[in-house]
């Protein structure tokens, strides 16, 4: 029977041929959980009677780090002393954000089946592994048993195709994608990017996008194993022979085949208070801004900073605007000192945090007050999202919010570039 990439993974996971709809147990081969849900998994698994966890497991500090209360500070010594406790690897407060760490760490490879306490593990799909997130309960469940149930999703294939104009990046990309498709319009689907756009991909791109399937709905999305995706493996430390790569069928069954040509695409923004809404930039350019964050597990990578770096060089940021930015990772900000990258954001007026979520979920570092409006390169626009439900963010790519924050105002990215 042929198969799609999510079929192949669930089958060989759960030991038979599955089909889309199917239900069935697999195993898991790797969980984690973070700040935000790891003590629910962890008073799970004391009330469980759990004495040996049966997945690879790890925690990471990142949501709330450091901590800004005594409240959170209990959370994380809580997640050390289980960590110690249990023999488990913990990402302590500076490593940099789940989602940049752990597939930095090579503990995520093409064909894996990855459950992740966080609603955004869906961007390991950047590396062909069927990755999604569940509650802290059924983490908790995984890791006494090895094993979760699953339904087999349909999945969508979207083909991304012509030519990439100037100023446009992934983030652009898929925003565009998500306002065509909506964020109820593939709900418990797969996703299959392909296309002469996505072979072009870096993998920073490639992980922007898998990271937000999510805002459509979807289960999971996975993005090509080709040289790129081997390539960054090895530059993980991952040996070649521990890279297996797994392709859908050529005459595998989609629900749906998406075509998008973004030869005339333009630098886009989602306004709040939904993802699904995005307009090109030079349309929403009266709007006024406070604060500008780039970061977050979707956009604060390398090439993410290289990119509003070579926008911010020899400017400023606007007076009344504040510039946040917050690395993926202690690998990403080393690389951007070496590079002198973080020289040119102190010299532009930007705030630079310590590797982690920073604002993105409004815990700290940088939640904005009532009527305030933030540019964020984030996944979410949620209402309350950045933790003051009377503030308004707007998303766009690492271009766009460097862009924006020297103009004061939303600002299309080209006339810098």
Avoid at 281 to 299: D, P, R, S, V
Avoid at 337 to 342: F, R
Avoid at 370 to 376: A, H, T
Avoid at 381 to 388: A, H
């Amino acid at each position: 029977m042929s198969k799609t990439i999510a079929e192949k993974i669930l089958s060989a996971h759960a030991g038979k041929d599955l089909k889309a709809g199917d239900f069935a147990v697999c195993q898991v081969d790797f969980t984690f959980g973070q700040d935000g849900t790891s003590s629910i998994i962890i008073d799970r698994i004391k009330e469980l009677g759990v004495k040996e966890l049966k997945t690879a497991f790890c925690m990471v500090i990142d949501h709330s780090a450091p901590s800004p209360s005594e409240g959170v500070s209990r959370v994380h010594k809580k997640m050390r002393g289980f960590a110690q406790e249990f023999g488990q690897n913990i990402f302590d407060v500076g490593c940099g954000v789940c989602h940049q760490v752990i597939p930095e760490s090579g503990a995520i490879l093409p064909g894996a089946l990855v459950l992740g306490a966080d609603s955004h593990t869906c961007t390991y799909g950047a590396l062909a592994a069927f990755s999604t997130g569940v509650g802290s309960t059924d983490l908790a469940i995984t890791l006494a048993t090895g094993k979760n149930w699953f339904k087999v999703p349909g999945t969508l294939k979207i083909i991304v195709k012509g030519k990439t104009p100037k100023g446009i990046f992934a983030k652009d990309i898929i925003l565009r994608i998500i306002t065509e498709i909506k964020a109820d319009g593939a709900t418990y689907r797969a996703v299959e990017f392909c296309g002469p756009v996505i072979d072009k991909m870096d993998m920073d791109g490639r992980f922007t996008m898998s990271n937000m399937v999510v805002e459509m709905g979807a289960k999971c999305g996975f993005m090509p194993v080709d040289k790129t995706t081997i390539d960054w493996l090895r530059s993980q430390g991952v040996a070649k022979d521990k890279i297996k790569p797994v392709f859908a069928d050529c005459d595998a069954a989609y629900e749906k085949v998406w075509e998008f040509d973004i030869s005339g695409l333009k630098p886009q923004v989602s306004s709040p208070h939904c993802v699904d809404n995005a307009r090109p930039a030079e349309e929403l350019k009266e709007i006024k801004i406070n604060e500008a964050f780039l970061g977050t597990c979707t956009n604060g990578r390398l090439q993410d900073l290289k990119i509003a770096a070579k926008i911010l060089k020899g400017r400023r940021v606007a007076a009344g605007v504040r510039l946040i930015i917050a690395p993926s990772s202690r690998s990403v900000l080393l690389s951007a000192i070496k590079l002198k990258l973080v020289n040119v954001f102190i010299e532009a007026g930007a705030i630079i945090l310590s590797p982690g979520c920073g604002p993105c979920v409004g815990t700290h570092n940088g939640i904005p007050s009532d009527g305030e409006i933030v540019i964020s390169t984030a996944n979410r626009n949620f209402k309350g999202r950045m933790g003051n439900p009377n503030a308004f963010i707007y998303l766009a790519s690492p271009a766009t919010v460097a862009a924006s924050a020297i103009k004061g105002c939303i600002t299309d990215p080209k006339i810098f570039l």
